[in-house]
């Protein structure tokens, strides 16, 4: 039953049985965690073989004609580079392959533009001190936590199913100069995975920023992570760029963090040759090379760009009946109430939910109660501040399925049970 429509005594009633199955569950005693985007055991073991890939009686030269064993080689070994060029799309020479996290590429991007000027006759960033960073909202937290570090003003800026508003983002880079950049993850975005629009893209493409340094930190972490047999397709920025005159606008980042091991895979950067000579620059003091036999290990496992497809498909065989239960409780239990909203992506880890506004908090705080640990309530936004204490962010992938099934349940019933709540004004 939708529950704006009912009246005070069919509300109560609902709470009461809805307070019923709450502590039935409560009493269960369970532990389960939807908290981060981690992928499952399954999908772990689909790449243990590669650690049988290179042993001992492995050959370690390289295309580059180099023993990957040794020192050198700052931008990565030529097979990495070519692959990840083509993931993101772009030519290998653009490419800079780094550790196992892109996060922390992301991290050293905005620290090296702290302390030295991308762009000639700029300020380092830390030198100008109302320094702003456009976040759109709901967003990535560690994205969100990196300019907290650093010290940014953040300016949430709304998203819709074609991404974010850039009637506003193209008015405020125009207007102020204080702006240095924006966080965007393009396709399958976290937390709702939708993907940017081509009308989208080309706006980014064509910003005409007041800040000569103003960049965007393009995170395409999910653009080979599709879960349906229609995946969404994402123009290509860097190809727009080119069009507009503006090829040092982005800087892109990808990794296979969620393709084979979290902590144990590699991670590439991309950016236009005026970029990267900043960047190499401030790595050439900062480390000699990367672990180079990870490198060899991931190209070898997969052998081409064909072969990691493929094993993409095994990812996606995984995940669709994880996303399928999501979908479906939230389908089956919240739809009738009318009291949230979610989306349904083609790909990616996440589901986004608002739930009834000014509730969210207490569904987090419900579920952990009855043993289900999900994100924090304000973690989409900049500072854990969700002004309408709406949005939720699932994550499907880590559960085994019939612990994600359990947990799905209780989380519609603490979503339900807060809404009578705040309807009841309880």
Request: with cysteine; net charge negative; hydrophobic share 35%.
């Amino acid at each position: 039953m939708e529950y704006l429509k009912c009246s005070a005594q069919e509300l109560e009633r609902e709470y009461d049985a809805l307070m019923c199955r709450f502590k039935e569950e409560k009493s269960k005693g369970l532990s389960l965690n939807m908290a981060r985007g981690k992928p499952g055991k399954e999908q772990l073991d689909l790449s243990l073989e590669m650690l049988d890939v290179i042993n001992s009686k492995s050959e370690f030269v390289g295309e580059d004609g180099l023993d990957i064993r040794n020192y050198g080689i700052l931008h990565g070994i030529d097979e990495s580079r070519k692959m990840f060029g083509e993931i993101l799309e772009v030519p290998a020479n653009s490419v800079m392959v780094g550790g196992c996290s892109s996060l922390n590429m992301m991290f050293d991007a905005i620290s090296c533009m702290m302390t030295k000027p991308i762009v000639e006759g700029c300020k380092p960033w830390y030198e100008v001190p109302d320094r702003k960073f456009l976040c759109p909202v709901p967003g990535y937290d560690r994205h969100f936590g990196i300019t907290e570090y650093y010290g940014f003003e953040m300016i949430p800026i709304p998203m819709d199913e074609n991404g974010p508003d850039m009637d506003m983002i193209e008015q405020l880079v125009a207007e102020d100069e204080s702006i240095k950049g924006i966080w965007c993850v393009p396709k399958y975005s976290n937390p709702t995975g939708i993907t940017y629009s081509d009308d989208t893209v080309r706006r980014f493409a064509a910003l005409k920023p007041k800040a000569k340094d103003f960049r965007i930190i393009w995170d395409n972490a999910y653009c080979i992570h599709d879960i349906t047999d229609t995946p969404d397709k994402l123009l290509n920025i860097v190809d727009e760029c080119k069009k507009t005159g503006n090829i040092d606008l982005p800087i892109q980042f990808c990794s296979t963090s969620k393709i084979t091991f979290p902590g144990a895979g590699v991670a590439a950067m991309s950016a236009s040759s005026n970029n990267m000579r900043v960047f190499a620059n401030r790595y050439s003091y900062q480390i000699i090379s990367y672990d180079k036999l990870n490198m060899l290990r991931h190209v070898r496992y997969f052998g081409n760009y064909k072969g990691l497809m493929e094993h993409m498909k095994k990812h996606k065989a995984v995940l669709r009946p994880k996303f399928d239960i999501v979908l479906n409780t939230l389908e089956q239990e919240l739809k009738p109430t009318a009291t949230a909203k979610w989306t349904n992506p083609n790909g990616g880890y996440f589901v986004s939910v608002d739930v009834l506004e000014g509730t969210a908090s207490r569904v987090v705080a419900l579920c952990r109660e009855a043993g289900v640990v999900l994100t924090g309530a304000g973690a989409t936004y900049p500072l854990g501040k969700d002004p309408h204490d709406s949005n939720i962010r699932i994550a499907p992938t880590f559960p085994p399925n019939h612990e994600l099934e359990l947990a799905m349940d209780i989380f519609c019933t603490c979503a339900k049970l807060a809404a009578c709540e705040k309807l009841l004004n309880k």
